[in-house]
């Protein structure tokens, strides 16, 4: 099967990766998109139909694993092999299997007690999910009023947050603002780069949910600015908090040119040193002798492909790489880093005392 690009861009099916805790409202979430009227043909895949109560007026058809809704929607319940769910969904949209059913977009709800990353991983790795869907995003689910327990008590609500692209501040009505300031700072310490939305009761419009590309904006500009995450100022207040946990966010900056080789072997000794610690990583490169900037990103520690980008968020040429993981040594990937500088040859012989 062709991977679905074309020179009008890329017609991959989006999926869409909703992560959260126990409790953390992703269900009151996938209720208030699956009862929009204006949610569009969207494929929910869900642990539990019994959870999500959809009212019965909205469903115009129901099979054994699938409702498919009066609004469009299409929402199915996850049964076994992820891999082999996508197919049969996609069989269905081209009409090789019955019933056939029409969607542009997917959201996948994750368990509340899963770590998303491998699920992640898969979605971004797989080189036949490629062929015909994209990761899209992953947006976390956070309980306001029990985060910081959370944080404090389960390494898997640490990477829930330390992988999002975006993370969703929901039952802001149950929180005081003292409350929920200390909240947003230490969820920041994990991930001051993703996108932040704030809300009561799962409410959020269909365009804060899908159709985001900030998983891997590739060459839009304004989704890469985005991606990238919040400003210096924001990140360093972040860095300082005191309940900083131990997974962490280190940003690394270089306004010089970066030498290719170098920096791939800094990859390599990233993964070698952190392993499957090593949560998330993205940036962009400026190196030497490449007009553009250079796309770099990975989950755990698999890494994809270098891709371009059109031009510089912000106008400037520099280096941000942004490493999300548990057990950092900021110090010592600072100084990795700075080493990966690109040196021209004539500056090493100058250097060299040889005449």
């Known amino acids: ?80 092999d992820l891999l082999d769910g996508l197919n049969k969904l996609f069989m269905r949209k081209v009409g090789l299997a019955e019933p056939q059913i029409e969607f542009d977009k997917i959201v996948i709800e994750t368990t509340g007690i899963a770590d998303p990353s491998p699920l992640a991983k898969l979605l971004y790795t797989d080189l036949k999910l490629d062929l015909t869907f994209k990761l899209d995003a992953v947006l976390t689910v956070v309980d306001l009023k029990h985060v910081e327990t959370e944080i404090a008590n389960s390494i898997e609500a640490q990477k829930q947050i330390a992988i999002a692209d975006k993370i969703i501040f929901n039952k802001r009505d149950m929180v005081d603002d003292a409350a ?124 994809s492909p270098p891709t371009y980008a059109d031009s510089w968020p912000r106008g400037e040429p520099e280096t941000r790489i942004v490493v999300i993981g548990k057990g950092l040594d900021r110090a010592d990937l600072e100084a990795r880093f700075a080493a990966c500088v690109f040196t021209a040859p004539e500056a090493l012989d100058r250097g060299s005392g040889v005449i």
């Open 1 to 80: 099967m062709p991977r679905l690009d074309s020179r009008d861009g890329d017609q991959r099916i989006p999926i869409t990766l909703l992560s959260g805790f126990l409790g953390a409202g992703k269900t009151t979430l996938i209720n208030h998109l699956l009862s929009d009227p204006n949610a569009g043909k969207i494929a929910v895949i869900v642990n539990e139909f019994g959870e999500i109560g959809i009212d019965g007026d909205l469903i115009a058809r129901a099979t054994e694993d699938m409702l498919e809704l009066t609004n469009g929607c299409i929402c199915c319940a996850a049964q076994g």
């Open 180 to 303: 929920f300031e200390r909240a947003v700072a230490v969820v920041s310490a994990l991930n001051p780069y993703s996108r932040k939305e704030v809300t009561s009761h799962g409410a959020l419009p269909v365009n804060k949910i899908v159709d985001l590309d900030i998983f891997d904006p590739k060459s839009r500009d304004d989704a890469i600015g985005d991606w990238l995450g919040s400003t210096e100022a924001e990140a360093g207040h972040a860095h300082d908090h005191e309940h900083t946990p131990e997974v962490s966010a280190v940003c690394l900056q270089e306004k010089r040119v970066m030498d290719w080789n170098l920096v791939l072997r800094f990859f390599v000794e990233l993964t070698d040193s952190y392993g499957e610690d090593l949560y998330r990583v993205k940036g962009l490169v400026q190196f030497d002798n490449v007009d553009k900037p250079v796309i770099l990103q990975g989950v755990q520690a698999t890494f």
